[in-house]
């Protein structure tokens, strides 16, 4: 990062005022290895102690405005009183049994009548699980081995969804690679990349039908969130619907996020499979996988029958289940929850977009409602393809200086507002972005 006297006293501001998180930070590193991109470790991690609603406490008791909600599970905020009393009351019932509960049939019933796709339910623990059981379970259909997802997007951290697009490879011909080591190359051969919002990913599916047992995708990139990818999900729809290949749509994120049906109900479209995760759970850990019952029959086969084989201790443990029922009951009673977020995220893009455009800043907002993603870049992002790392000095100055200012963004740079954030603090972070811009620029960081 470019060092200017303004970045500097901000570091060292910084610095300052998380010292417990600097003596953590040094501690941790004898102890773990880091697996999650928790936050911009900007000049080094910071810690968090507790939560509530909309905010975080860090270990040295600075309070943040937080736009990561636990990856965008938090739909209510943090430590919300419904969902606290929903697994404190679990609790005294006992909390694992490694036998089905009714606490089950709860969220099942809820998930079957929210998701569009949904006649048949499977629960798992996590996102990456779930996306996992989806293309066994498309490939035990089908009797068919290879899976197409698309460029740029993220389906959990399974040797299956760690295949990434080669940057620069033409849509009509993307190359793969695996995201780092230890991914098998057998793996890799068996998935079919396809570019994101690109005609070319349907004549791939039509090409490769007979080998193709089905294709992933997410409802909205979280990496790349763009309103209108309505008329694209449908026409893939339509397009796997008449090549006989299965369509996944992973709803990990979208699910109980974009709308209360996900992004199949936002965007008007119909998967043969889904996968759900963070916000089903409630904050608790999650996993499943929606569907068509004749697909979703596969998992019911005994061993001896060829079934498609799902298990984990702790899927559908009660705890989960109260936290997940509490939450998708709640926002199921209050729909107008998803119209506000709406609002929010479109005024807090359309007002850093504006700022960025009247001082020509090579910087953009997007969002799909209340999630939403910071390119420092001009020109048009439509998929992974236009991605590029032009500024990354100011793109790392802009967070250090948010978060100095009390405003939270995660590692990922994936971001999101939930039910918590009030009108109040929509503005804050407005003025804080917009803030943290006007210094980047003023040290000349857009270079």
Same mark, same amino acid.
Do not use: C
């Given at each position: 990062m470019s060092d200017t006297p303004r970045l500097d006293a901000a570091r060292a501001d910084l610095i300052a005022k998380t010292r417990q998180c600097r003596a953590i930070s040094a501690a941790r590193a004898e102890v773990l290895n880091s697996g999650l991109a928790a936050n911009l470790e900007m000049p080094h991690p910071i810690f968090i102690d507790r939560g509530e609603g909309c905010r975080v406490i860090d270990a040295d008791?600075?309070?943040?405005?937080?736009?990561?909600?636990?990856?965008?599970?938090?739909?209510?905020?943090?430590?919300?009183?419904?969902?606290?009393?929903?697994?404190?009351?679990?609790?005294?019932?006992?909390?694992m049994f490694g036998i089905h509960t009714t606490a089950?049939?709860?969220l099942a019933e809820l998930l079957k009548e929210a998701s569009p796709c949904a006649e048949r339910v499977v629960f798992c623990n996590t996102g990456t699980e779930a996306t996992f059981y989806a293309m066994r379970a498309a490939r035990g259909f089908t009797g068919r081995e290879h899976i197409a997802l698309f460029d740029g &997007?993220?389906?959990?951290?399974?040797?299956?969804?760690?295949?990434?697009?080669?940057?620069g490879s033409p849509p009509e011909a993307l190359t793969k690679?695996?995201?780092?080591?230890?991914?098998?190359a057998a793996i890799t051969d068996l998935m079919v990349m396809l570019p994101y919002r690109h005609r070319a990913a349907f004549d791939i599916i039509r090409a490769r039908k007979n080998e193709l047992a089905g294709v992933i995708i997410e409802g909205v990139q979280s990496s790349n969130p763009q309103p209108h990818v309505g008329e694209f999900l449908r026409e893939l729809a339509q397009v796997c619907r008449e090549s006989g290949v299965l369509l996944i749509i992973d709803e990990v994120i979208t699910g109980f996020r974009v709308s209360y049906q996900g992004a199949q109900g936002r965007f008007g479209v119909t998967a043969d499979l889904a996968t759900y995760g963070k916000t089903?759970?409630?904050?608790?850990?999650?996993g499943a996988i929606a569907g068509r019952a004749d697909i979703m029959n596969v998992f019911t086969g005994l061993a001896a029958e060829r079934g498609v084989f799902s298990g984990g201790t702790f899927s559908g443990n009660p705890l989960t289940m109260a936290a997940g029922t509490a939450m998708v009951s709640h926002l199921k009673a209050h729909p107008q929850i998803y119209a506000r977020l709406d609002r929010e995220g479109d005024r807090l893009a359309a007002a850093v977009n504006g700022f960025c455009a009247q001082r020509q800043l090579p910087a953009q907002m997007k969002n799909v409602g209340s999630m939403f993603h910071m390119f420092f870049q001009r020109g048009p992002v439509e998929s992974a393809r236009d991605i590029r &790392?032009?500024?990354?000095?100011?793109?790392?100055?802009?967070?250090?200086? &948010?978060?100095?200012?009390g405003v939270l963004v995660p590692g990922t740079q994936r971001a999101f507002l939930c039910d918590a954030h009030t009108t109040s603090d929509v503005d804050t972070l407005i003025e804080v972005f917009c803030t943290s811009l006007a210094d980047v620029e003023a040290d000349g960081l857009f270079r």
């Open positions: 008791g600075n309070t943040y405005i937080d736009t990561s909600v636990g990856f965008g599970l938090h739909m209510l905020g943090h430590r919300h009183p419904l969902i606290r009393d929903a697994i404190i009351e679990r609790t005294d019932k006992g909390w089950q049939m709860a &997007a993220y389906h959990g951290a399974h040797d299956y969804g760690m295949v990434m697009a080669q940057p690679l695996p995201m780092g080591r230890g991914v098998p089903l759970g409630g904050g608790m850990p999650v &790392a032009d500024h990354v000095a100011a793109e790392k100055a802009f967070y250090l200086h &948010a978060l100095n200012r």
